[in-house]
């Protein structure tokens, strides 16, 4: 076990000894709020949006993309249990913003010696306000998006920790 | 503007104020731990670890399923930001748990008038430990895991907080 792991598990330990009601917590996230975000180190999505534990599903991946995954997973998030109101939050200093799909498979290529990287689409970022935009329409485009659903995008400032709503209409 | 969505900028401006230091935080997560885990809104990945802000990337779906999109992610953590210690977390209580892909795509044809559910593979699962060791088995073995990753697997239990790990060897 690494030193990562038994400093993971210690720190658990604690964690749940401090547990208190949140075990009794059900499933339904009690905002009805999902959140699409980046995987990005320094986003806190919940807190940064005022949410505490039990209020809304997250679903993060590289660059907080619409990609089928995260499709998958809203859209069984909004028939599982109900979450209605859909928040695409992308930020400033994204990793994969200076990136091209082209120079990725090539990253990917180099370094694993796998041609495997060019067949991946790595849903790299050109434009920031655009990609908002774009995940937010294939959101409510997408054919399993329910009517009763919004989808709103934003964009989170890493530096200050501001959230600004980007008009996607 | 929603109610929720004014509630959120709201308590962001809050959280904005008392941002502090974390402003100034790279890009680079300090513990070079990646997290695999759960949309479920009762988890808390960096705390339930003993995280903080800046320590790790945080990858969500439903199930914490080790997808396409997921690999994306998980390989673009590595390749970018050295990432090299990857936790795959399910948890007690999913909500995928009771379902099947056929119940699923049933259950978005019918509220959806639309095929599309029967094209997607939902990722359902249908033993709980089982899960886990195939998604560690599958990040492990993927061509695009770099030999320098290591890759492990726990539950976390949504009653406790208590997080155990699952031997996949």
Not at 89 to 109: S, V, Y
Request: glycine share 8%; with cysteine; net charge negative.
């Amino acid at each position: 076990m690494s030193q990562n792991i038994k400093r993971i598990l210690a720190a658990n330990k604690e964690y749940a000894r401090e547990f208190g009601d949140r075990g009794k917590l059900g499933i339904i996230p009690a905002r009805k709020i999902a959140i699409l975000t980046c995987m990005d180190a320094r986003i806190e999505p919940m807190r940064l949006a005022g949410l505490g534990t039990g209020d809304a599903h997250i679903v993060r991946n590289a660059g907080g993309r619409a990609s089928d995954d995260a499709i998958r997973s809203l859209v069984i998030s909004n028939r599982l249990v109900g979450t209605n109101e859909w928040l695409v939050i992308h930020h400033t200093g994204c990793g994969i913003e200076n990136l091209t799909n082209e120079k990725m498979a090539d990253i990917a290529g180099e370094s694993y010696k796998t041609s495997e990287g060019d067949y991946v689409n790595w849903l790299t970022i050109r434009d920031r306000i655009q990609s908002i935009r774009d995940d937010v329409k294939r959101l409510r485009d997408h054919p399993l998006t329910p009517d009763d659903v919004t989808v709103s995008g934003f964009i989170y400032d890493i530096e200050t920790g501001l959230l600004a709503e980007i008009d996607c209409d």
